[in-house]
């Protein structure tokens, strides 16, 4: 079978067994802030799990995409070096949601794995573990499933209860349960034991499915309460079973990866005969899917979170195939064969495919760059060199600051007849994976959070105002029965006309009045599917089945509609502006203005803006008419409704039209035709992250009194330059190359006095240990006129060391220079921070120049006399 119809006779097994086939959420988690990527096919489900989450299906079946490279699942390193790790691999899931336990799920897995219909396993190739102390598990696996009993193996706590391999926890606290896996025997000829002796972690036994059951919830006491409605969380990695159905050993060697390592060689025009075996082009043929799919999901290389995993991706494949000989940028062209084996199964990947081509070659030019980079810093820092070691920090500093790869530092080194501190380096790369850690090192309570048993019905769409009943209160965090006057907390009801924080668009604002009570909500949010009304009671008592009247500030909700409803419009322009692979990364609306943040490389020129602007304000002149229709999430997307890959929906879906201009899915609140939002005005525009562009705009009245400050502000500066409004421009212009002139004009007397003091100075070098040496202060002085006197005065003396300095209030800036016949025994780096340091700063740069600076103007002369005994302590 190929790996394409292992998946798909899995998906159709489950859904045979009546569960709902969910498609592969993205690899950034939308339900998770505690994780940098999805490693598991649960995580889509957390929520479901949790109970906050409710869906129509309660058995689900997955083939998720999953990411393995940063933070505590980090498989990095160890990727086409081992026959099973992986970046990216495809985790093969089933899910109950309270529904079937042990016994099905047991069966389930064995009739997939065994059944001649299906993927028709051998028997006996097959053991199974459970933890030890589930009997129930060990009993069904021997009297109902028939596998003997020396094939079923107890696995035990290691260092404290609950704590095993065959017990698994959603974290310190919540859902957890004993597990249950099954292990394929490759046979005797491979070496290795069965799980739970000392020869386990061989390649004979190998894992192939782990089954779950959260029985317990965990409370911060250690306390394990039975679950009232037990669930069952599966994986089985495609990449491990396709192995085993194709009869090879390593992951690399199925269809899948067979074909991508061809594709590989055949762009890097590697000439190895054997292609399989070669650890660089499985490096490469592993990343590129990591790195292709991680694109697609909306991240892009930068120096931070999940960014920077991406980058270091990228980096570790580019270098493989440089040590391979890849001529110039080679990594992008991959994504088409990536696209020929996936895209079937992932649609996406397809759609996407030149925006994911183009980030990669963007970021495979930055790397040479990069290179480039590194290589002056290596010979900078060699120049520097005391002994024939490059110190351990240099090297981590190029590796991770850099990208500079290790091994080609110790090309260079050899070359130099220099060895490398790999041990300091080792210490160095220590140090970040333990702030890696730390940093990924989460602690979750999930049983911190705030229960109702009603879901909220949204009636504000067509109201503002509304009979209501109070069905719940909290304050101070716990909820309670009544709330007096001045207290703080939250009101939830099943029904409301105020409209809870969702989709970018912020909470409703108003009060609950009623029988003497008043209570002012200053925001509403969500929790599940149950509205929370924040706020104070500024009157009277609040209790427990109180009626009230509800009524949402009009105003407010009229601003944050317009701007909503204009969001969309920004994001149909941007598209027809900028292209198809421009998608929402963000957004904020609320009464005062909007933010839309998108995915694009460049920053936006004036004319794009121009455009923008100009295609968003013909469509309100148009006047359309704003729809909203409630269907099916499949006929919506069928429409061409855009929809946030990724986001969660339900499977009826509101989907807002505006004319032939926009159609979205969307469940905020918006105006009833585009001529409402009056007028749209972009007030800025910036990157926030690589990748990632944010507009910022304002809509209606803010942007009319936008419009009227800045003609005020306009009529100021023409006032000041005694000009007009039409005249202004022509006015500034006139100032500026009047002002450039003037400071072209002053650089050059300041040239001159340099010059002139240069002159004066070499008179007052004196004789130290044979040299010529010069330390002084030059008043009036900038960093550039001190390294043009710098200059002339090496000139001048011939044979000399230099300090100079220049003081500008409580700032001081310094220079030191030495001529190329004395950096053998004189470094001007060592001498810039000698001196450097004596007045509060720091300093550093080449054996012949360096500069630096301090904070401290008092201690100058006492930090420029003692030069002279720095030179005569290296006599």
């Known amino acids: 079978m190929t790996s394409a119809q292992i998946r798909q006779a899995f998906l159709d097994f489950f859904n045979q067994q009546g569960h709902e086939v969910v498609a592969s959420s993205s690899l950034v988690p939308g339900n998770d802030p505690t994780l940098l990527f999805t490693n598991a096919g649960m995580v889509q489900f957390k929520d479901v799990f949790l109970g906050s989450d409710k869906r129509k299906y309660t058995r689900a079946t997955t083939s998720q995409r999953c990411v393995r490279a940063g933070g505590k699942h980090n498989d990095l390193d160890n990727v086409g070096y081992t026959a099973r790790h992986h970046t ?11 529904d079937y336990f042990k016994q099905d799920a047991i069966k389930f897995a064995w009739e997939l794995l065994t059944s001649e219909q299906w993927l028709g396993l051998p028997t006996e190739k097959l053991s199974v573990t459970v933890y030890q102390e589930d009997d129930e598990a060990f009993a069904i696996w021997r009297d109902e499933i028939g596998v003997p009993e020396e094939r079923i193996i107890r696995i035990g706590d290691k260092g404290g209860r609950y704590n095993s391999d065959n017990f698994w926890a959603m974290g310190d606290t919540g859902p957890c349960g004993p597990c249950t896996e099954i292990f394929y025997d490759h046979g005797a000829d491979i070496w290795g034991g069965p799980p739970g002796t000392p020869e386990e972690d061989g390649d004979r036994f190998i894992e192939i499915w782990n089954i779950v059951f959260m029985q317990y919830n965990r409370s911060a006491d250690g306390a394990m309460n039975p679950l009232p409605k037990p669930s069952v969380d599966t994986g089985m990695g495609l990449e491990r079973i396709a192995a085993v159905l194709q009869n090879v050993h390593s992951n690399y060697e199925i269809d899948l990866f067979q074909n991508l390592l061809r594709a590989v060689a055949t762009v890097i025009e590697s000439t190895d005969p054997e292609i399989m075996e070669n650890k660089s082009l499985r490096v490469i043929a592993d990343h590129i899917r990591s790195c292709a799919f991680l694109v697609v999901d909306g991240v892009v290389p930068s120096n931070e ?13 580019i270098r493989h195939g440089n040590k391979l000989g890849a001529k110039g940028e080679f990594f992008y062209k991959l994504v088409a064969p990536l696209v020929k084996e996936m895209g079937e199964a992932y649609p996406e990947l397809l759609e996407m495919q030149a925006r994911v081509e183009k980030v990669l070659r963007k970021e495979e030019q930055q790397f040479a760059k990069t290179l480039e980079q590194g290589m002056r810093i290596l010979e900078q820092d060699i120049g520097d060199l005391n002994g024939t070691e490059i110190p351990g920090d240099t090297v981590f500093k190029l590796y991770d600051t850099y990208g500079f790869p290790v091994d080609l530092t110790a090309d260079i080194a050899r070359e130099r007849d220099l060895t490398l501190d790999l041990a300091g380096f080792e210490s160095a790369m220590n140090a970040q994976r333990e702030r890696a850690r730390a940093a990924g090192n989460f602690s979750v309570d999930y049983n911190d959070s705030l229960q109702f048993d009603f879901d909220t019905t949204f009636e504000g769409y067509h109201s503002l105002v509304g009979d209501v009943q109070v069905d719940g209160l909290v304050a101070a965090g716990e909820a309670v029965d009544n709330m007096a006057s001045g207290a703080e907390g939250i009101v939830a009801m099943k029904q409301t006309p105020f409209y809870a924080e969702s989709g970018g668009q912020v909470g409703d604002v108003g009060t609950l009045v009623g029988n003497g009570v008043r209570f002012q909500v200053t925001d509403t949010t969500k929790q599940g599917k149950t509205f929370l009304h924040h706020g104070k009671v500024v009157e009277g008592e609040l209790s427990i089945g109180s009626s009230l009247k509800a009524a949402v500030n009009p105003e407010a909700r009229q601003a944050t509609a317009l701007n909503h409803s204009a969001t969309h419009l920004l994001h149909a322009a941007l598209r027809v502006t900028l292209g198809d692979h421009v998608n929402q990364k963000g957004s904020l609306v609320d009464a005062a203005r909007l933010r839309f943040d998108f995915s694009h490389s460049d920053a936006l020129s004036n004319d794009e803006i121009k455009s923008l602007e100009a295609q968003v304000n013909n469509v309100i002149r148009r006047n359309l008419s704003v729809n909203t229709e409630v269907m099916n999430i499949d006929e919506a ?22 004319g032939d201009v926009s159609l979205e899915l969307c469940g905020g609140t918006h105006v009833s035709s585009t001529g409402e939002i009056g007028l749209f005005k972009i007030v800025s525009e910036g990157g926030i992250a690589a990748g990632v562009r944010r507009i910022e705009a304002v809509t209606g009245a803010a942007a009319l009194n936008w419009l009227v400050e800045t003609e005020e502000r306009l009529n100021q500066v023409a006032g000041m330059v005694k000009g007009s409004r039409d005249s202004v421009v022509d006015k500034v212009s006139t100032l500026l190359d009047r002002n450039r002139q003037l400071e072209k004009e002053l650089d050059q007397l300041k040239a001159k006095l340099a010059s002139s003091a240069g002159a004066d100075l070499a008179g007052q070098a004196q004789e130290v240990q044979g040299i010529k040496l010069l330390a002084a202060k030059l008043d009036g002085a900038d960093p550039k006129s001190l390294r043009d006197t ?33 950096t053998a025994k004189y470094r001007a780096g060592d001498l810039i921070k000698h001196v450097a340091e004596q007045i509060d700063g720091k300093g550093g740069g080449r054996p012949d120049m360096a500069q630096g600076g301090g904070t401290n103007p008092a201690e100058l002369p006492a930090a420029l006399n003692s030069v002279k005994q720095w030179i005569e302590g290296r006599a």
Not at 88 to 98: A, T
Not at 794 to 807: E, F, M, Q, T
């Open 88 to 98: 990216f691999f495809e985790m093969l899931g089933n899910f109950s949601f309270g």
């Open 637 to 658: 997307k069928s429409k061409g409704a855009m929809a946030l890959f990724g986001e969660k929906y339900d499977d009826d879906v509101r989907v807002v039209s505006m």
């Open 305 to 317: 979170g999940r960014g920077y995993v991406l980058r270091r991706i990228m980096r570790r494949a």
């Open 790 to 822: 710098l200059d002339q005065l090496k000139n001048k003396l011939g044979s000399a060391v230099v300090v100079l300095a220049a003081v500008e209030g409580e700032k001081v800036s310094l220079v030191a220079g030495v001529t190329k016949d004395l």
